[in-house]
């Protein structure tokens, strides 16, 4: 059996563990893997190569993707399916094995089943909003780097007490990956894009926390309505000292915990089982705790809004 593996859209922490398992596997039963530099725009072009055995033992643990991942909108040209077809024939690829986050796997997926290209796909977002799954590759990583960040801030804010610490977080439009940040570090405040707040309340919540506490701590998503007025709006009504930290990019190339890493060598083994089974379509998901495989499309809807019982315990609603 020969896959060819492709990343689409954001990388995230995990999948260089994943692509080790499974290459690991493939030559321990004979089988090949080839990789596609560039996502589907590479896999169309034919920009398939070797994966080196060594070179993925060493970067097993490194954030980032050894293949390069591209958001270009290739699959959507009339004769992609041709183009795919093609190169899987030239290349004796039987099937795929497919990293992406929320887009990649609502509009790939259902593409692929239509050219008849065999392909696994696992869920790899540091946002975890993917619906039909409980966790996304690379989400424990991004957490464990806001935690590192917000250990830093609480050091200096107990040192020179009397301010306002904002910390932005990625996640895109949704808030599972800010609501999470926020509730394992004790934060005084979520703020998240599935909300609405008033600032008049925000201000008067933050106050009273640096009153009794000598700080408080807001952890908020990036894409939060009135983000940019936030850093000017708030500390005029609350009469406190703001500082804002944007954590970024450099999130999502967060170091690759024990959990992500973990995750990602179990996901590559259902993976590798199904696609030798001759599965057509299907993804790896984890529901109740649990791996499994979900064959078919994954459910097309969005995911439900964050946990209100828990956004509102941190936000004392």
């Known amino acids: 059996m020969k896959t060819a593996i492709v990343v689409s859209g954001g990388d995230a922490p995990g999948i260089n563990a994943a692509i080790d398992a499974y290459a690991r596997l493939a030559r321990e039963s004979g089988g090949q893997v080839v990789g596609a530099q560039d996502g589907f725009a590479g896999l169309l072009a034919g920009r398939l190569s070797e994966l080196d055995g060594a070179l993925l033992s060493r970067l097993s643990g490194k954030s980032g993707s050894i293949l390069r991942s591209s958001r270009a909108p290739v699959l959507s040209a009339p004769d992609a399916g041709e183009r795919l077809r093609a190169v899987m024939r030239a290349n004796d690829v039987e099937n795929l094995l497919l990293f992406g986050g929320d887009g990649s796997l609502k509009h790939a997926l259902p593409l692929l089943e239509r050219w008849g290209a065999p392909c696994v796909a696992m869920p790899t977002t540091i946002d975890n909003d993917i619906t039909g799954t409980d966790y996304t590759l690379g989400h424990d990583s991004a957490c464990n780097f806001a935690l590192a ?126 696609l030798k089974d001759g599965l057509s379509l299907g993804a790896v998901v984890m529901r109740h705790g649990k791996l499994t495989l979900r064959e078919g499309l994954m459910p097309p809807q969005d995911k439900p809004a964050p946990d209100y019982a828990r956004y509102a315990r941190i936000n004392g609603l």
């Open 149 to 274: 960040a917000v250990e830093g801030i609480r050091a200096t804010a107990d040192a020179l007490p009397g301010r306002i610490f904002l910390l932005e977080t990625l996640g895109g439009h949704t808030g599972y990956l800010a609501l999470a940040i926020a509730h394992a570090s004790g934060a005084d405040v979520a703020l998240l894009p599935e909300y609405a707040f008033d600032l008049d309340w925000l201000a008067e919540r933050v106050r009273r926390v640096v009153e009794r506490a000598g700080y408080a701590l807001v952890v908020l998503c990036e894409f939060v309505p009135g983000i940019d007025s936030l850093r000017d709006e708030l500390p005029r009504r609350s009469g406190i000292r703001v500082r804002y930290t944007a954590l970024g990019h450099a999130q999502r190339g967060a170091d690759t915990s024990h959990y992500d890493r973990t995750v990602a060598r179990d996901m590559s083994g259902l993976a590798w089982q199904a």
